[in-house]
């Protein structure tokens, strides 16, 4: 499950838009926000490119998208 808050606050930090943060992705605007609000799930390489762009720790990542529920 990941965390919509915690990540669009390093999407904001980073100014990135979530336009351009799907286009980064490879994904379409609606895809990133079926992501964003658990209805798909990051893939592993969608999770490894968010941690290069935003510069995140491995804390951080975990914060993101290993919550339980």
């Given at each position: 499950?990941?965390?919509k808050i915690k990540?669009?606050?390093?999407?904001k930090k980073a100014k990135i838009t979530k336009r351009e943060f799907a286009e980064k992705l490879g994904i379409s605007l609606q895809g990133l926000y079926n992501k964003l609000n658990n209805i798909t799930?990051?893939?592993?390489?969608e999770i490894t490119t968010t941690?290069?762009?935003?510069?995140?720790s491995n804390r951080e990542r975990d914060e993101i998208f290993l919550q339980q529920m």
């Open positions: 499950m990941t965390d990540l669009e606050y390093f999407l799930e990051f893939k592993q390489a941690c290069e762009l935003l510069h995140l």
